[in-house]
């Protein structure tokens, strides 16, 4: 039976259940189950990923979790009970593994991998959590490790801050919002660096300071690989300091056996020690580890004849460093322990043994030997903090091993109580003894002893090192022949208390022989005393010692006889005459050098020091040793300072009165000395002798009188030293005081309680007196200081005022005074204090220090006194401070940082205490904000008075402290927000003027401040809050104050995006208090008292809270915004039902807000929710309804509603997905309740809907505008949605301001891109609206304010220079023109001059600049899925320089990389353009010009020509080849017909865009023959700009591609070609079958035989210029020519039989016309060529020239005449070839290829640069058909002119050679070579009649939408005609 569960509530599945059984619930491994019923081994439930799903599964599948269930029942909450830190690790790990994938779609790598490595770092960290085996700090510092990475990881992944306290989040309902906002900010930092934070608060506010905690280096020595000596060795490891040149730890000693192992078998594995209490500071030095290597053996290594082998030696051997700053960070971060390899080093030369560790440091290597291998010294270190209490408890195994404990030289930090240590540091340094006589120098040894007074060796008082034990003499090392050693060894005597006086050390100095005996000689001595005879010990410094003589007999048994010599040159000094008959003899030229340390909690070096410890043996000297205490240094003073403070008392105790004064001034010095940051450690020593150990029970009586007669003193007395020094020690004072009071009260049972209170009272009636002499003396003060400096100004004081005394009194005793309270020592807030106060004059210096040292008395009053007492002795202290302000700011920085440490005192902490100091405190902060002064310090006040009040705002008496505090502080909190706000809006401008940061956390601050009262105020608050103002004027006011101060939240974003916690709340908590002003608004300022201002401010504000980014919660994922509805509902819902119903109170006031709040309801509207557009359609009903009552019309509105949809869209202000946009507005006016319906019922109905459909369309492309802004798209997409949008608005809503806005936007595309043609035309726009005005133009986007005719001027400018840039010459001429008629008509020659100088610039760049013609292609779009813009539509574009089909089509496909190419030309069917899909259609069109009549001319240029051709165009076209009819499988020609499509475009290209859409298409079909007759045209065209440009070819150049023409179209004709066309259309078949094409056929005959005559030319040129060994080619065509003849003639014979009105044979038959050619005579050559109607045309792109033939010996057919273009005949060809033709251009094509199954058949496209199709495709006809109209480009710098002073370059020789190369393939099937080549007809005639020239264009001033032709007044000519020879009547003989 099921039954529901009591405890089994939550689990985790511990293994996969498919969930295969019935009702079973499948489930995965990690997924979270709640258990809701349980029946015999199986559970009934639901996984949280899941909860609608419930069914069964086994429990032995689930691992049961502790939970805490609320509300049992079906809908009970289940919360698992376990580390908040695991459960928000489990969370926040489930939430970025959804982004974590994401960032791998996004190519995000690097940050993938990061986020991976922190995710896996997390899971680590929760399982050691979950494991339980942690100490309470390992927890505490893996939940350390573990915030660090969740903040890390939330940021990178664009997750909200998580606001923490102690590792934890924080629930924003326990907290104030200002101690919110402060754990937002510290969540930026690591948690260490906010725990350092918190320490140094701690230590500002008085509170006992923590002890700084210590780190240990934990060193292990592993193995010395190195060790090939074979001999026993020493190795001492120390930490060395190389700044400070000196050692700062003892030495750790390892003794190793000759094998490398220890000398001591127990310690295998265990030669480890712990450098103990490195402070932070001894971190940051330059440390490091040093170890130096000591052999015992021989005194030569390698040498086995120095010394007999039973001596041993202490010789040195090498040495090894390791700098720690290498490895601290390694070290720190791991939890074990890291080996590191040390390299040994040999000392080169033993005199610099003392220093080779610096040697090797600084690389001095000349100094030292660097070893062969690696290998050496192999340790691990391990870095532990914590006093070792806690190092010992927390690593048991380290201690376990033995380790070795290595000390300090010197004291740590900070000394407790207790911690005693008496160890005296022996260096022995250097000496300098005498040779002796010997030949060389000696080997000395010093051997060390410790005696007591009675002669005794002291015992194991000499340490080496730690890890060895005490020994009872020590032998130094020996330096080998040195008579002035240098050892520094450093020695430690741990000599005990009691046997320290009276003991000496004696150093005897022995010579080691290395003879045979191997003698060690003793020749001397040294001692000296430990002790002095006043008592003090041997100081810290270096000592020379004198050396007595002695020798190997001398014995010291009787040490008396050498303790009365002198030791050292001061004994000597002091010690009267010695007679010089002693037994010792000192040596005068030999001295030994020691220095020595003592670090001692019982032995002093100070007289002074020692007199006062010792006072009972001379207590008539008491008051003098008491003066002297301030020349005792301050180590000596906190070494011995309980022993001190136990001096001091006892002496107060013998003699108060005489006594009590001088321990007073004794005591404050002490305290005082404590503040100093470098003794500020020492404070807790104080406060556990004042606990612990301090015995004065009457001391307090003595304590109290002092300190009440220095305060009353202090307006009398001058010089305030000594008093401000009592003042600053106060914290003590009263500790001492207190405590002694109840010692003593303990003692006598309570007694003189009534006389100690009234001290008290007493007391601080002298306080007060000492603060209220700052109010008195404030007019003196204020004169004294006389100008205040600037903020941010150190300045001197002023002549009035001297030193201050907290300076003088620091300097005075050798101090740095102590860091103000607030700030940390460093000065770590200097300038941001600076930027909010004026560094102006310190206060009095007395005030100063007694407010500083007054909060920290509270404590200890409380101990004594109520707390009622207590808050009425500080009300009275605070309530005498000077209330004014302007006495000087510093005076009000230490009284508000002393009001500070109040609030944040205990005392504070208690309701009755608060009831009475509140008033005072809040009475002060007033003060400072009316003021604008101090605001930092003010703001930490008011967030800790907050913090109190939130944390006890259960208690009843919180109502009274927040109605106090809105009385007190709400207006001026309101005031001060609004002064900063725009202060730091105004400041942004100006730079360096105010610390940023500074005024962010000013403003946080006080934002935070200001939501946590108004989150305190209940409806009663804000009921007597209203009814407290006076007027409605005061009502008002308030009203806009908090309005403003609330839009500027919204707006300023003063809380960064991702404190999304922070942002909630002040949302929530503007909304409750907008709820309660909303009734006092519309109560006071409706009908007759209706004041816009206020209800616009509140309108604006409403809507601005809507639109909150942080309130979007579509944009949360689904589990967070669950969360905030649970919390906090749908604000925007509950602030939009605020509107409506505030909307509605307003009655016939509404008009007053039309237009001005349709753009901001809009906005509202644009919110994706729905109930809240639900709300607000009817309010946009109204506006519509209230503006047509009034005006008839509501054009406001749809103005308001255009403008601020662009600014939605355009700005990207509003909702982030746009592309809901569109389905919002078309839901704002659809289905019901839409608006709409509601205007269907209106009058205005029609009008309604009319704007309702143009808003529609509006947003559709702004939509497209805006996808393609918002992403990554290309700028074709950005410039088409532009145009589109730009026509809208020109077109259908005609807004000129947003239609100039957008022109501008496309021209800075163009240029980006550039377009600069492009980007010319779309200026142009601007300038057409503008006008030769004088008229005054406002400022308008980059435009100055300037006169129309200067704004129109300079536009015309820009637009010129945009053309030139895009050689578009021709459309800058008229606007040249334009110019310069304007400055003609000014008389301003210089700009005239200028313009004409361009003008003509312009001209001479047609002529000479080379300009490639561009590509066009048709593009069509098909699908659904193209944006509106393109959707369905068809555009041709105009291509980029050199870009073919193939690349166009490439780039197309990478701007819609979704996109399909579909593979065919044909139109696409429904289905396409409806399909979810995208589809483009892309192939290349030839334009068709609209200027032929310029193209017709025979004079023009090409260069000019091929402008025309290629611009200015609306109509493209192209061909499609069918076969209508049955196919001849003979001859295709026959059937072949053409479609011919043309495309009109809605603009010319070039325009605003490089692409248009197509308007219109027109289809016609070309039959076969017309096909023919354009194809043959075609042909001939191309031949006569091929030999025109031949024929100035110097001799035997390189003609390749003449020859390759020549050859392919002669052979063509012989074997295919033109003969298929013969087939074709000359037989009698088709010509009796198709009458109506008589025309046609008898044209196509002549442009055949047009054909034969050119190529005669071309052949008679190609024999002029033909190399020799290509003279067989020449034949060859030669006799191919005839034979083309001679089928043309039989061909054209049979047609003229056929074609009617042809009956008589003879001059006019084909016969008639070729016979004579046969011969080929000279004379039949020339009439051949008198009589032909053979035209020569210029060619397409290059000026007129000449063709001509020059006789040929070799074959003796031509005679030696010439043939002029025109049919005139040269008899000299000399004459003829001295003539100049134009530079011609060679011609471009594209290199697109056909596949093999479309291929030309003739070779068309042999043009230079490009390369020719192969022979195996010429026979190929239906591509012939296909072919456009032939275009070429003209020379450039790739593709330059053929000729180079009438020689090809080498380039050119090269790319002829490549000309027969094979194309290379095309991407689309339907396109070949041939569609880009085949030139357009021309009537270029050799035998033209009276010749005319075309009248040219002339172009109206300032339009260039037609391109002008720039000369203007020519006469007016005919073309010629085309004529045939039979009706030709004159040949004019002049060609020019």
Known sequence: MWTPTEDEKIGVVICNFRGSVTQGLALEVGETVQILEKCEGWYRGFSTRKPNVKGVFPASYIHLKKAIVTNRGPHETVVPLEDPIVTEVTSTLQEWAILWKQLYVKHKVDLFYKVRHVMMELIDLRRQLLSGHLTQ????????????????????????????????????????????????????????????????????????????????????????????????TDIFFSLYDLREAKTISEKFMVRLNKNGGPKNPEKVDRLCALFTDLSNKDMKRDLYIVSQVIRTGRMLLNDSKKGPPHVQYRRPYGCAVLAMSDVLQTISELKEEKDFVLKVYMCNNENEWYQIHENI???????????????????????????????RRENPLIFSRGVAITRKLGFPDVIMPGDIRNDLYLTLERGDFERGGKSVQ?????????????????????????????????????????????????????????????????????????????????????????????????????????????????TFNNHALYLGLPCCKEDFNSCPSIPSSLIFQRSAKETFWISTQLSSTKLTQNVDLLALLKWKAHPDRVMDILGRLRHVSGEEIVKFLQDILDTLFSILDDNTDKYGPLVFQSLVFIINLLRDSKYYHFRPVMDTYIQKHFAGALAYKELIRCLKWYMDRSAEVVRQDHIQE???????????????????????????????????????????????????????????????????????????????????????????????????????????????????????????????????????????????????????????????????QSMDVVKLQSIARTVDSKLFSFPESRRILLPVVLHHIHLHLRQQKELLICSGILSSIFSIIKTSSLDTSVQEEVEMMVESLLDVLLQTLLSIMSKSQSQEAVRGQRCPQCTAEITGEYVSCLLSLLRQMTDIHFQHLMENFQSKEELKEFLLKILCVFRNLMKLSIFPRDWNIMRLLTSNIILTTAQYLSPALHKNFTEADFDFKVWNSYFSLAVLYINQPSLQLENLSPAKRKKVLDKYGDMRVMMTYELFSMWQNLGENKIHFIPGMIGPFLGVTLVPQVEVRNIMIPIFHDMMDWEQRKNGNFKQVEAELIDKLDSLVSEGKGDENYRELFSLLTQLFGPYPSLLEKIEQETWRETGISFVTSVTRLMERLLDYRDCMKGDETENKKIGCTVNLLNFYKSEINKEEMYIRYIHKLCDMHLQAENFTEAAFTLLLYWELLHWDERPLKEFLHYPAQTEWHRKEGLCRKVIHYFNKGKCWEYGIPLCRELAFQYESLYDYQSLSW????????????????????????????????????????????????????????????????????????????????????????????????SVSVLQMDRVPDRIKSFYRVNNVRRFRYDRPFHKGPKDRDNEFKSLWIERTTLILTHPLPGISRWFEVEKRELVEVSPLENAISVVENKNQELRTLISQYQHKQLHGNINLLSMTLNGVIDAAVNGGIARYQEAFFDKEYITSHPEDTEKITQLKDLMQEQVHILGVGLAVHEKLVHPEMRPLHKKLIDQFQMMRSSLCHCFYVALQGLPGLDKPGANTPRGILASHSPMSPESFKLMHRHSPIAVLTPVRNSSSSLSSQNSSETGNIGNLLILADGMVVEHPEDFYRMQASPSSSSLSSTHSAPSQLINSTPSTIRVGSPSLPDKYRHNREMLMLLPPHRERPSSAMYPNITENGQPTNFQRALFHQVIGPCKPCSDPNLSVAEKVLTTPSSWSLDSGTREALPFLTAHVGSVMAPPVPPRNLPQVSPSPYTCLAHQSTVHPGWQ
């Open 137 to 232: 700090d390992q927890s505490r510092d893996v939940k350390r490790h573990i915030t660090v990475r969740l903040d890390w990881g939330n940021e990178h992944l664009g997750l909200d801050l998580v606001p923490r306290k102690e590792f934890e989040m924080v629930d924003e309902d326990q907290i104030s919002v200002s101690d919110l906002y402060k754990m937002h900010l510290s969540s930026r930092h690591s948690v260490q660096q906010s725990t350092t934070q918190s320490d140094s608060s701690r230590q500002r506010h008085g509170e006992p300071c923590r002890v700084p905690v210590p780190h240990h280096l934990l060193v292990n020595l592993k193995s010395f690989t190195y060790n090939s000596i074979g001999e026993d």
């Open 361 to 391: 440091i600084r690389k001095s290597s000349t100094k030292y030997t660097t070893p062969s291998t690696n290998y050496g010294l192999i340790i691990s270190l391990q870095l532990l903090r914590g006093d070792m209490e806690q190092v």
């Open 442 to 554: 000696k080997n000395i040894e010093i051997t060390v002893y410790v005696l007591y007074a009675d002669g005794e060796i002291l015992k194991d008082c000499i340490s080496l090192g730690s890890g060895e034990p005490s020994v009872p003499e020590h032998r130094s090392f020996v330096l080998y022949h040195n008579n002035s050693p240098r050892w520094s060894e450093v020695i430690k005597l741990p000599i005990p208390i009691d046997r320290f006086r009276g003991s000496h050390l004696r150093f005897e100095f022995r010579h080691c022989s290395t003879k045979d005996k191997g003698e060690k000689k003793l020749f001397g001595f040294s001692f000296t005393p430990l002790m002095r005879e006043d008592g003090t010990t041997l100081s810290d410094e270096s000592h020379e010692l004198y050396v007595y003589k002695c020798d190997e007999n001398t």
């Open 1395 to 1490: 313009i004409r100088k361009m003008e003509a610039a312009y001209y001479d760049n047609i002529m000479e600049q080379q300009r490639l013609e561009p590509e066009f292609f048709r593009v069509g779009f098909y699908g659904r899925k193209f944006p509106f813009f393109l959707r369905n539509k068809e555009f041709v574009c105009r291509g980029h320089d050199y870009e073919r089909l193939e690349a166009f089509q490439q780039r197309m496909l990478g701007e819609f990389p979704q996109a399909i190419a579909m593979q065919h030309p044909n139109q696409p069917d429904e289905a396409i353009l409806q399909c979810d899909a995208q589809y483009l259609q892309i192939y290349a069109v030839t334009p068709v010009p609209e």
């Open 726 to 888: 009592a003042m600053r020690a106060l914290e003590y004072l009263f500790k001492f005081i207190v405590q002694s009071r109840i010692l003593y009260s303990r003692a006598t049972c309570g007694m003189e309680e009534e006389q100690f209170r009234t001290s008290i009272q007493e007391l601080f009636q002298s306080i007060r007196f000492v603060l209220s002499l700052d109010s008195r003396n404030s007019e003196t003060l204020i004169f004294t200081q006389g100008s205040q400096p600037c903020p941010g100004q150190n300045q001197a004081p002023g002549p009035g005022v001297g030193p201050t005394a907290p300076l003088a009194l620091a300097s005075a005793l050798g101090q740095t005074p102590p860091p103000a309270p607030g700030q940390v020592p460093g000065g770590g807030q200097a300038n941001c204090n600076q930027a909010w106060s004026s560094n102006a004059l310190r206060p009095s210096p007395l005030s100063a220090a007694l407010l500083n040292s007054f909060p920290a008395i509270f404590d200890e009053l409380l101990q004594m006194f109520t707390v009622q007492e207590v808050a009425e002795f500080v009300r009275g202290t605070l309530g005498s401070m000077p209330s004014t302000v302007h006495i000087g």
